[in-house]
């Protein structure tokens, strides 16, 4: 995004996302729930671009009612070519332009390799690899006919950089791959000052890592140095930092939010 800041610029006006929008995908709960608060309580216009619209529509209500006009439940698959364009469509028609994408729809099926389907295989890298293309696609082509820069946040893993645990080789395979486009992109888009950064989570409490039970958690927990499991709002406040002009000169970098884990 363009930045008109400077030196002098109070920190409040730093993170102030007032007369943005941004579309977070996945964020009707877990780690999307928490960036989409943050990013509201900041200002912006959020758009929950969910799977699970019931539980969008909620969200987006409760945002709504503490700033009218301020938050819109779209029902997406990010991983369908249609339902991305239609979610673009959707997000200018009701606020004119797309500021900030938040890709943070994600699955992650633990299945060891000798009983992982092709259909499984399939369908994590359609959610996590080619619904961040077409969602990074899309929305970098509004904002370079806007003409006002934008910024693009993926979120990735601890896995795009190291295993976490057996089970899981199809969701390191995407996100990998989610971390080689970000750095890819960022080069492309960089001279329409567009920013392309990720965030790598590790060990978040949320709805998808609760249904994780057993020694595979209780491993992964003894392992973070912090000794705690993340919560959502911890990446919520990462995201912030990455979606306001406090990041005014980064482009291309991931920052890991995993309380020490990636070090154990
Ligand atoms: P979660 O399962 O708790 O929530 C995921 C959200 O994404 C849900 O609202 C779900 O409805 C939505 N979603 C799923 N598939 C979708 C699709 N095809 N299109 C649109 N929305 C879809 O997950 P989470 O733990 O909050 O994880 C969010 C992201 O963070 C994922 O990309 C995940 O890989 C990444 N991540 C999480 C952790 C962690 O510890 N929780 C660690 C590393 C990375």
Request: charged share 15%.
């Amino acid at each position: 995004m363009s930045t008109t800041t400077s030196q002098t610029t109070p920190l409040t006006q730093l993170i102030d996302m007032s007369g943005r929008t941004a579309i977070v995908t996945g964020g009707a709960m877990g780690i999307g729930l928490g960036i989409t608060r943050r990013l509201h309580e900041a200002g912006a216009n959020v758009v929950v671009a969910d799977l699970d619209h019931d539980a969008a529509s909620g969200i987006a209500e409760t945002l709504d009612a503490t700033r009218v006009g301020s938050s819109l439940a779209v029902a997406t698959d990010v991983s369908s070519v249609d339902g991305v364009e239609h979610l673009v469509e959707v997000v200018c028609e009701r606020f004119e332009a797309i500021d900030i994408l938040v890709n943070n729809a994600g699955i992650y099926p633990m299945v060891p390799l000798r009983e992982l389907t092709l259909e499984t295989f399939r369908r994590v890298l359609d959610v996590n690899l080619t619904g961040l293309f077409l969602c990074t696609k899309a929305v970098s082509e509004q904002m370079i006919a806007q003409g006002r820069g934008g910024r693009i946040i993926n979120i990735t893993s601890i896995d795009a950089v190291h295993p976490s645990m057996v089970g899981l080789a199809h969701y390191d395979a995407s996100k990998h791959g989610a971390w080689g486009f970000t750095k890819n992109i960022a080069l492309e888009l960089a001279p329409h000052g567009i920013s392309v950064n990720a965030i790598a989570p590790g060990g978040i409490a949320t709805p998808g890592t609760g249904e994780i039970t057993g020694e595979a958690l209780q491993d992964f927990e003894t392992m973070i140095p912090m000794g705690r499991m993340g919560d959502p709002d911890d990446i919520g406040r990462a995201a912030l930092f990455l979606a306001s002009d406090l990041s005014s000169y980064m482009t291309g970098s991931q920052i890991v939010v995993d309380g020490g884990r990636l070090l154990a």
